[in-house]
């Protein structure tokens, strides 16, 4: 369990921290990692709400989800499915395009995510199993 808590705070908090920053440092975050051009209105309405809404509550959840044993296989699932899907589609798009940007670093930070939540839940199942 030590480690399945670990995986959802510490992952909790990269994305709740990371939210709020682009929510408040829309260009000078968002955009001088994804390399996106910040200059309209509408740019800037969807880095906030992508950016900083939506990894907020998606933080705000493995927060709850590493307090809430009951939340912690969920929580490890929801995980390794987004982060499995980032690191699938960033590398896919990193071999279209190159690895630009901090591409590369994203990808590993979300590969070994993904590898700590599969693992997590697999020592979960082994758990369970042996009571």
């Known amino acids: 369990m030590p480690l399945a808590r ?6 909790g908090i990269s994305f709740f921290g990371y939210a709020v920053a682009c929510f408040v440092y829309p260009v000078e975050v968002a955009g001088r990692f994804t390399g996106y051009g910040l200059e309209a209105a509408a ?14 509550g998606f933080g705000v959840f493995c927060l ?4 809430r ?8 699932t929801a995980i390794a499915t987004v982060m499995g899907g980032l690191v699938l ?3 896919i798009a990193m071999g279209i395009h190159g690895p ?6 994203a990808a590993i930070y979300e590969g070994i995510t993904t590898a700590l939540a599969v693992f997590a839940l697999i020592r979960l199942r082994g758990l369970r199993e042996r009571v």
């Open 6 to 11: 670990f995986v959802l705070i510490f992952t």
């Open 43 to 56: 740019g800037l309405v969807e880095v906030r709400a992508m950016y900083g809404g939506l990894q907020a």
């Open 64 to 67: 709850l989800a590493g307090w």
């Open 69 to 76: 044993r009951e939340w912690t296989v969920p929580g490890l």
């Open 89 to 91: 589609t960033r590398s």
């Open 100 to 105: 630009a940007g901090a591409n590369p670093g």
